[in-house]
């Protein structure tokens, strides 16, 4: 999109000019404030990217943009164009000058997270008769270029993947058949399927081919294998060649050893047992979070960062997804927990995975396709998650419409049967967990309660606030029972199933899964017996008499924060050779900061928190140096360096704001 072309626009919430990100699934350009709120909301409501420093499909943008200047905008503000309707309800558009929060936020919420000013259908007994009817419009319009008349019939409730019964196909097969490359992607984004089969067992591909449209075919194919083409492309930089018939590139660590433990064999079969359709949930999550990261990732490199990132520029964790249970939606918050390396173990055995699946291989099929990541590393893990089906689990097929990354993704493999007992410690377990949950929300609201009274009581500058530092999810303990994946069958219904899984351990799990921390990079003596991420019943605890003062850890806190914004206005003016240099400066004030605390504190919090403080350093150090280009080798992949050592530079932040909050609370009572 051209640089004119973005100065004649302006933001669809508030009216801002020269609008520098978009809300793909919703058609609209929108300013830096507007974009924040829309990230809250998570990519079910709004799938943001960034008109230039994001990767676009040309035809993907070229979508976007068609719908913008069509006016998609009035298709969410149907209500609002009404000035009579307007000065009745009392509800106007966001200007300008109208503050971030409360009112941007409220009215952005209402606009797409509530539909509050979309023109409605008159009321039906038949809610079902009317969703039908609308996804027969909708499979008569793709056939056209008309891309705002489909984008009404998707926000009125028209599925995108629509079989029609008397035409025998769906709504992608007569775009691709007609070569409508727009409503293509428009139904790709609201999940349509480009494997999906018609009555003749023919796919929307196979339609693009033998109607000619042959560069349509080739990124419907793209499409197909959106979900490992981005997971591949997050850790190594580069995409299958489809073209050439390879579809899956399975990374690996750069210091990975061929010969597995037998605990991380055991965590790996763990997720080779899972169902095809938890396993799908599982990727999709996982997908969401390489998302939440890249797009972090772009926006702390398009910001002013005079000041340090407040709440309003990073999302920490992903949103809650309405149409998910508590605890799937708490498994895709705890995602946010796993430091680079450990994440990227996770995406690699989820690639594995989904390529043996896909292949109808048998579990244990070698790896091919290796491409060597994250050099410098210490010893690879195994992944740190595990599987725990939901309340309402099946083994139906999720539809695609619940997402764009669900593509056909194939197999062979079934659920074998489980006994009635088995049944029954599922769900004990999970009831168990619940009650655990709500205990530990409780406990965390009293917490933050008595964080805010001692966050007034220090008087310090913003360093000590919460909106100063990144913020991160609540730790919260859940059910680690090995049968509960078996759930899968129990329960068979016609309705969209809203399965779960749990892909984060407590304690005592991560140690089983052979992911415990005790093998990571480590500096100075924190190596004590346990080895996970702190969690909220370590902040009960009793007081450690020997940790510092809360000025102390202030004073150092600043200092880091201090350098941290060094290192993000290098990576914003894309000077690469202050990488190290500043990674240097990180280094010493968290090595300052880790020796006023002692050697082996009794908190286990503390320890956690000092562990991924210093490693986090000597990962950023590692990653920073990456940076230097060496002599007579090829030049490092800058855009893959910059996204690491900003995610590092995150966990820095991240161990800082919790040892801040521990020593506070500790040296008040």
């Known amino acids: 999109m051209s640089k004119r072309l973005r100065n004649a626009e302006s933001c669809a919430d508030c009216g801002v000019p020269e609008p520098r990100w978009a809300s793909v699934n919703r058609g609209v350009l929108i300013c830096d404030e507007c974009c924040s709120v829309h990230r809250s909301l998570g990519r079910h409501s709004s799938q943001v990217r960034h008109l230039t420093h994001s990767l676009w499909p040309p035809t993907q943008l070229q979508m976007v943009q068609t719908l913008y200047n069509n006016g998609a905008n009035s298709i969410w503000e149907h209500s609002l164009l009404d000035p009579a309707s307007v000065v009745m309800s009392g509800k106007r558009k966001a200007s300008p000058q109208d503050k971030l929060h409360p009112n941007k936020s409220e009215f952005i919420r209402a606009k797409y997270q509530m539909l509050a000013f979309v023109h409605r259908m008159p009321c039906r007994d038949d809610d079902s008769s009317t969703a039908k009817d609308l996804s027969k419009q909708l499979h008569s319009s793709v056939r056209a270029a008309n891309l705002e008349t489909c984008l009404r019939l998707l926000s009125l409730g028209a599925q995108a993947n629509f079989f029609h019964p008397e035409k025998g196909n769906t709504p992608l097969h007569v775009a691709a058949k007609a070569g409508q490359v727009s409503q293509a992607e428009l139904l790709a984004v609201y999940g349509a399927d480009p494997g999906a089969l018609d009555s003749n067992g023919k796919t929307p591909i196979d339609y693009a081919r033998e109607a000619g449209h042959y560069d349509m075919a080739d990124r419907l194919v793209e499409v197909q294998y959106e979900l490992t083409d981005r997971l591949a492309f997050y850790l190594c930089g580069r995409k299958p060649d489809h073209k050439s018939g390879e579809h899956f590139v399975v990374p690996q660590m750069a210091d990975s050893s061929p010969d597995l433990t037998e605990l991380a064999k055991a965590a790996k079969r763990k997720l080779q047992s899972l169902s095809n359709h938890l396993f799908e949930e599982l990727a999709m999550d996982v997908y969401d979070e390489v998302d939440r990261r890249e797009t972090d990732a772009v926006w702390l490199a398009t910001q002013n960062h005079s000041t340090l990132v407040t709440e309003t520029t990073l999302v920490p964790f992903l949103p809650v997804n309405p149409e998910y249970s508590s605890t799937r939606n708490q498994g895709r918050q705890k995602l946010a927990r796993f430091n680079a390396h450990e994440f990227a173990t996770l995406v690699i055995d989820i690639l594995s995975d989904a390529k043996r699946r896909q292949q109808g291989n ?308």
């Open 362 to 669: 048998s579990v244990c099929s070698p790896k091919d396709n290796v491409e060597l990541i994250l050099k410098g590393v210490a010893v690879r893990h195994s992944s740190d998650y595990d599987s725990v089906a939901s309340d309402e689990d099946t083994d139906q097929e999720l539809p695609s419409s619940k997402g764009d990354r669900t593509k056909s993704l194939d197999s062979d493999l079934s659920d074998g049967p489980i006994t009635m007992h088995e049944y029954m410690e599922v769900k004990n377990a999970l009831s168990a967990s619940e009650a655990k949950i709500q205990q530990l929300l409780k406990a965390n609201d009293n917490l933050n309660d008595e964080l805010r009274l001692m966050q007034k009581k220090t008087e310090r500058g913003a360093f000590v606030t919460s909106s100063s530092l990144p913020s991160f999810p609540s730790t919260l303990s859940w059910s680690k029972d090995d049968t509960s994946q078996k759930t899968s069958k129990l329960e068979k219904q016609s309705s969209v199933p809203e399965s779960d899984y749990d892909n984060a351990f407590n304690d005592s799990e991560m140690e089983d899964s052979g992911f415990a921390r005790r093998g990571r990079l480590r500096s100075g003596g924190w190596l004590g017996e346990g080895s996970s991420i702190p969690e909220l019943d370590d902040l009960e605890m009793e007081a450690d008499p020997t940790l510092p003062s809360t000025e102390d850890v202030i004073r150092k806190t600043e200092q880091i924060t201090k350098n941290i914004q060094e290192l993000l206005r290098a990576a914003q003016d894309n000077k690469h050779n202050s990488f190290l240099p500043c990674s240097e400066r990180i280094h010493v004030a968290v090595t300052e900061m880790a020796a006023l605390f002692p050697k082996k504190p009794r908190s286990e919090t503390v320890r956690g928190s000092l562990r991924l403080l210093t490693a986090s350093a000597c990962r950023l150090q590692s990653e920073c140096r990456k940076a230097v280009p060496l002599d007579g080798c090829s030049g490092p992949d800058m855009q893959l360096v910059t996204q690491q050592v900003i995610q590092c530079a995150y966990d820095i932040a991240k161990a800082a704001k919790q040892l801040v909050t521990i020593t506070t609370k500790e040296n008040t009572n």
